[in-house]
């Protein structure tokens, strides 16, 4: 068409030119227009909870329920009083467009505290090199405003994987995956492994962070972080670390305050001897008795799937793993909850169309578990399931791209 | 004057997007089905298919490694597939090819946002860990390398499916 419009040879050449032009724009285009269509996870592209790709929630010491999402490329938090059914207008975190850690173990931290006070964090990826950033907020008036966001660090190496929790005295600890002593390592001349999982603590319920300080060097560096208090001021992160080998199994710490963090327990010897993004971390609850219910993925040489085991002795040594789920149906994303009445544990099930949530439940301490059933399907992409309690009851948090927002009990009616 | 400095952008802009080995690489969306269409279109051919992602520290110190890898062996047909996680970046994802010199490999990228669904027409036991590299012989055998392969590995692997023709 354009050669027609041209006369001469330069004109022919820049005719063709223009051609090639036209045929690698219009090949964007259309690579955009289907990106668009089936390339998100999301539903939409709006700020909206239905937009969603990842929502946390919570509940706040009177019974609301607080939600933080991730849509649009921004951060939302909104609040219901009847247990979902409706929410607030949403209140929006962030105002400029960040290129948010869209990895399938990042999504925002949401605490709040006794007087109300709401605790944000969250992570982006702050240049080309796809380096990230732990930035923290904070509203101490129901959300009509948040502070400026601050980085939980000053280090400008890369962090990530941030988890965010709240003791029963008010305490805000953070812990994260932290890239900084790879330089002092590779200067050095030394071969840097992993990631550091690093820590901060805030005594005025998320204004301020302390100094951040290193728990344990060389961890993995691309799966979410499992954290629970084994009581007020002992923070408890399990974690997905690198032993010797390049082993990537699971292991705990627990701290003697929040400044100290206690010796490396291994959780299971799985055997994962792999170099590699496994994208696929822990889950942590403490009971009030004290015991540890740790649920994970590994796809070790001793065994491969998602497992369960409990440690009656903070910590120092774990049950025999029990494996979690239907092998042929791909289990992965264990949640596991202390609830008000049982410990609850869920997961994802996939045959190929169709995902569901399943659901097994313990009233013996982890001691036994009920048969597993299914109770939450989608046919699209959707969100880890989560399980959130407010004292009362556990409900399951799953935000799926087809069906939006599912927030229900697990249990039947009290 | 004007009409050549025009035609000198247009040029300039023509030797960007032209399909030569220097230019830079064409991603080819990776939706459902495509897996199947790989495997048809290099039945026959010992075939390197490499899992990767630009937020993937290890995937950034294995894909030049590969790129040296293809150069030294035109007869493996190699496909890189960037199953990193939507939103994905085709940009970046580019840039990254054309500098471990990848561009002329047969570049996919996922483009549908149900990746679950996409791995498991790939691999039903893959729950999305990257870098993944799987060999696939000319007979159709499929070996998997979780993790980072060895290249030693991976030329052990080249230099059987030499020794099968001859």
């Not at chain 1, 059933?373 to 989608?378: A, E, F, G, L, Y």
Request: hydrophobic share 35%; glycine share 10%; charged share 20%.
């Amino acid at each position: 068409m354009i050669n027609l419009l041209n006369r001469g040879g330069k004109a022919m050449l820049r005719g063709k030119i223009l051609t090639a032009i036209a045929f690698a724009l219009w090949q964007t285009a259309a690579y955009g227009q289907m990106n668009h269509q089936h390339g998100s996870e999301a539903a939409c592209e709006e700020t909206i909870l239905r937009c969603a790709s990842k929502v946390t929630p919570t509940f706040g010491p009177d019974g609301t329920l607080w939600l933080a999402w991730m849509a649009g490329g921004q951060i939302s938090v909104a609040s219901s009083k009847d247990a979902g059914h409706s929410f607030s207008a949403p209140t929006q975190v962030t105002k400029e467009r960040l290129n948010l850690d869209w990895g399938p173990d990042a999504r925002p931290k949401i605490v709040v505290d006794r007087k109300g006070g709401i605790a944000l964090a969250f992570s982006i990826f702050r240049d080309k090199a796809f380096n990230g950033q732990v930035l923290y907020t904070r509203s101490a008036d129901g959300v009509k405003s948040f502070s400026e966001l601050r980085p939980i660090t000053p280090s400008n190496e890369s962090q990530r994987f941030e988890a965010l929790a709240l003791d029963a005295e008010g305490l805000v600890f953070a812990a994260w995956l932290d890239k900084r002593n790879r330089v002092p390592a590779q200067q050095s001349g030394q071969k840097y492994e992993g990631a550091g999982l690093f820590f901060a603590a805030s005594n005025d319920g998320g204004v301020t962070y302390s100094e951040a300080r290193l728990a344990q060097d060389n961890t993995c560096e691309c799966c979410r972080l499992g954290l629970a208090f084994a009581g007020p001021g002992r923070p408890v992160v399990v974690f997905r670390n690198i032993f010797e080998g390049g082993v990537r199994d699971h292991a705990v710490i627990t701290f003697a305050d929040p400044a100290t963090p206690g010796e490396v327990h291994r959780v299971s010897r799985d055997d994962w001897q792999i170099n590699a993004c496994p994208h696929h971390g822990p889950s942590l609850s403490i009971s009030p008795t004290g015991t540890y219910h740790v649920a994970w993925y590994t796809n070790g040489k001793v065994r491969k799937g998602l497992f369960y085991a409990r440690s009656r002795d903070g910590g120092t040594t774990f049950s025999t793993p029990v494996p979690i789920g239907q092998p042929e149906r791909n289990p992965t994303r264990p949640y596991v909850m202390v609830g008000p009445r049982e410990t609850a544990m869920v997961w994802k099930e996939f045959d190929g169309e169709k995902t569901t949530v399943n659901l097994m439940t313990s009233h013996d301490d982890g001691e036994t578990w009920s048969t597993p059933k299914t109770i939450s399907s989608t046919m699209d992409t959707s969100d880890h399931p989560l399980l959130v309690s407010d004292g009362r009851r556990t409900y399951l948090s799953w935000m799926t791209k087809a069906d939006g927002y599912r927030f229900e009990s697990i249990e039947d009616e009290p | 004057m004007k009409r050549q400095f025009l035609a000198g952008v247009f040029l300039v802009a023509f030797l960007l997007s032209a399909p030569a080995s220097e230019a830079p690489p064409q991603l080819k969306p990776f939706g459902r089905g495509s897996w199947q269409d790989v495997l048809r279109s290099h039945a026959g051919h010992p075939t390197i298919v490499h899992f990767w992602g630009v937020t993937c520290g290890p995937c950034k110190v294995e894909l030049p490694l590969l790129g040296e890898f293809m150069k030294d062996h035109p007869a493996i047909d190699v496909v890189t597939v960037s199953a990193d996680f939507v939103p994905d970046l085709p940009g970046a994802t580019r840039s990254m090819l054309e500098k471990s010199g990848l561009s002329a490999a047969e570049n996919w990228i996922f483009s549908d946002g149900f990746v679950e669904r996409l791995r498991f027409e790939i691999d039903p036991g893959w729950q999305g860990d990257i870098p993944r590299t799987m060999l696939i012989s000319r007979e159709g055998t499929i070996t998997t390398i979780e993790g980072s392969a060895e290249m030693a590995d991976v030329e052990r692997w080249s230099d059987q499916q030499r020794a099968a023709t001859k």
